[in-house]
């Protein structure tokens, strides 16, 4: 690597090292990256959460009377549980080129150089200034960069861009899906199963409303496609179920989790209302008629809108000049990139390593990308001083 590679290793090392699995503290990590930058001259704000186990991070290099570039990465991981690993998921290990560990590709990897380039980011007189913005709980629905982004603009500025680092092999993106998740409970009434007539079966209303989603499904899949995602059109698919007691009583409760991943463009919206009058017309008359105690709810539990750049978006031109190239694409998985756009923070996504080692056991990241990506922040450092 460049000269700055053994900083991004020795860094990605101590990054890995901490165990920031999402259910887990970020707090000694976050607390190792307010030591680096504070003995770099540069203070770090902190967003924590109310209990203090976790913070969002957001510093500034440069002048601070003008709007930046932020480059925007999560700090936590997704759990190694039931995996089979070759090496400590959490001891950074050099194998044929490639980092072993997890989060080296999403997204420590890009922490890392990030982190490295801090020096670079000082020593260049800055016209504009850079802003890095760490988070957490991203594996979990983009959650803590929320409070984060809602303080800018009034305590923290609003950045002119974003640049959000997950692993895209240093290919710029411009648009991808997001997850809409919701829960259904449904309450009908007990009763022997001898003595069916006398209950509700609040499994059967689950099959109801589980056969409408899938008439749903099969609408969104027939929907004209867009060929830069794969599949091409939103997914919709029922995500969890449990119900009932035992083989000889009525089940008296049901309840079931579903998803769809969006795209730009989808109204959202309208397949809830159309949700919510189904069960009220097709479901709830004849359970209520037995049993007016019975109710089903339908809760929306989290969403991360899809994100797409309008024509003519700065920050995909900025990270098509950086990045060398002339051509965008769209992922299917979900980023914190459409709460910034959609907090008025025009922004892209461009990382290192490649989402399909993400997640998984012998998560990696190649030498090469950690190089490609210290060129592309070494270019911007330059474009915030021209």
């Known amino acids: 690597m460049q000269r700055s590679g053994a900083l991004v290793a020795d860094i ?26 504070r003995g770099h001259g540069v203070a ?15 510093a500034t290099i440069g002048p601070e009377d003008v709007p930046g570039v932020a480059l925007s990465g999560h700090t936590d991981v997704v759990p190694v549980d039931g995996q089979a690993w070759d090496s400590d998921p959490f001891a950074l290990t050099l194998r044929d080129g490639r980092y072993y ?37 991203e594996e ?27 692993p895209t092999d240093m290919r710029v993106v411009d648009a991808h899906k997001g997850p809409v998740r919701w829960q259904v409970d449904i309450a009908g009434r007990a009763a022997h199963s001898s003595m069916a007539h006398l209950g509700v079966n609040a499994i059967t209303a689950a099959g109801q409303i589980i056969s409408e989603l899938a008439l749903i499904e099969a609408e969104l899949a027939a929907r004209t496609p867009d060929r830069r995602f794969e599949p091409p059109y939103p997914t919709l698919q029922v995500t969890t179920i449990e119900g009932g007691t035992a083989s000889n009583i009525v089940p008296v409760s049901c309840r079931f989790g ?20 189904f069960i009220a017309t097709a479901c709830l008359p004849g359970m209520q008629a037995l049993a007016p105690e019975a109710g089903i709810t339908l809760t929306r539990t989290n969403s991360v809108p899809p994100f797409g750049t309008p024509a003519g978006s700065e920050a995909v031109a900025l990270a098509l000049a950086l990045a060398g190239q002339n051509e965008t694409f769209a992922v299917s998985y979900a980023t914190e990139a459409g709460l910034f756009q959609d907090a008025g923070a025009p922004s892209v996504v461009c990382g290192p390593g490649n989402i399909a080692q993400a997640h998984t ?5 190649a030498v090469s990308e950690l190089e490609k990506c210290s060129q592309f922040i070494d270019k911007l450092a330059d474009w915030c001083a021209a």
């Open 101 to 137: 560990g997890r989060g080296t590709a999403d997204m420590k990897g890009f922490l890392a150089c990030v982190l490295a380039a801090v020096p670079r980011f000082k020593a260049a007189k800055l016209k504009m200034p850079v802003h890095i913005a760490f988070s957490y709980d």
């Open 44 to 58: 770090a704000y902190l967003v924590p959460t109310e209990d203090g186990q976790k913070a969002s991070l957001f």
């Open 258 to 277: 579903f998803e769809i991943r969006s795209m730009p463009g989808l109204d959202i919206g309208a397949i809830e209302d159309r949700l919510h009058t």
């Open 140 to 166: 979990v629905g983009c959650t803590g960069v929320r409070p984060m982004i809602a303080a800018m603009g009034t305590t923290l500025p609003l950045p002119r861009v974003v640049i959000v680092g997950e």
């Open 361 to 365: 056991a012998n998560e990696w990241i």
């Open 12 to 37: 990605l090392e101590r990054l890995v090292g901490f165990d920031t699995t999402s259910h887990k503290t970020n707090i000694p990590l976050i607390l190792y990256v307010e030591d680096f930058l």
